[in-house]
Every structure is written in structure tokens, then in C-alpha cells.
């Protein structure tokens, strides 16, 4: 079964950026669709960023313009960079594969983002 581990959470100041990191332990290209997801205290999950089979990328409207998703099949990784952090971006920050339109998905253990002066 692939195993993902994210990377890179932290606290940073409002303005301020983080690089997260999933490392996959399987090739990348074999997926249907990848991405990161996120979950507040008291809040239901919810998508952040996602790209799809063909190159086709997502971006929840909240972090259009600040995060960019990527990825490297040579790493077997997806990363997403986050720009001009604000509080309510704090939250745990999991990666997510699906593997067919249909799944199953896969999940990372999650990375914790606190943005806070």
C-alpha cells in the first residue's frame, strides 16, 4: 500500500511562507489525482489545492494567488508552496492520492501549519 509523509509544517508570522512536502512510496504517475487538503480545529476537512491526471490543477478560492501546487516524478513528491500565510491558513495539512476517478484514496499522517505573530 503507497505510503505518503508529509513535510515542512511549522509556525511561521501572518506574511510569511512555508514549503510543504509528500513524499510518495511509489511512482507518482500511477495516480489519478493528487493533492492537499486541510483541517482546522472545530472545522471539517477541506480541499486546498489538487492536480489531476493531464496536468488539470484545482486551487480552493481562499489560497488562489498565494499557494502553488507541484510535483516531482522523479522524487516520487508533491509539494505546496504557501505565500502570505494568514491565520485562519492555520490548520493540519494532509496529503491526499487517489489513485482511479473512482479510488481508493490514500492519506498522509498530516503536517501541522500554525500561522501566528
Known amino acids: 500500500q503507497v505510503q505518503l509523509v508529509e513535510s515542512g509544517g511549522g509556525l511561521v508570522q501572518p506574511g510569511g511562507s512555508l514549503r510543504l512536502s509528500c513524499a510518495a512510496s511509489?511512482?507518482?504517475?500511477?495516480?489519478?489525482?493528487m493533492g492537499w487538503y486541510r483541517q482546522a480545529p472545530g472545522k471539517q476537512r477541506e480541499l486546498v489545492a489538487k492536480?489531476?491526471?493531464?496536468?488539470?490543477?484545482e486551487y480552493k478560492d481562499p489560497v488562489k494567488d498565494r499557494f502553488t501546487i507541484s510535483t516531482d516524478n522523479n522524487k516520487n513528491a508533491v509539494y505546496l508552496q504557501m505565500n502570505s500565510l494568514k491565520p485562519e491558513d492555520t490548520a493540519v495539512y494532509y496529503c491526499?492520492?487517489?489513485?482511479?476517478?473512482?479510488?481508493?484514496?490514500?492519506w498522509g499522517q498530516g503536517t501541522q501549519v500554525t500561522v501566528s505573530s
Open positions: 491526499k492520492f487517489r489513485r482511479n476517478s473512482y479510488g481508493p484514496d490514500y
Open positions: 511509489e511512482n507518482i504517475s500511477r495516480f489519478f489525482a
Open positions: 492536480i489531476m491526471r493531464g496536468g488539470i490543477i
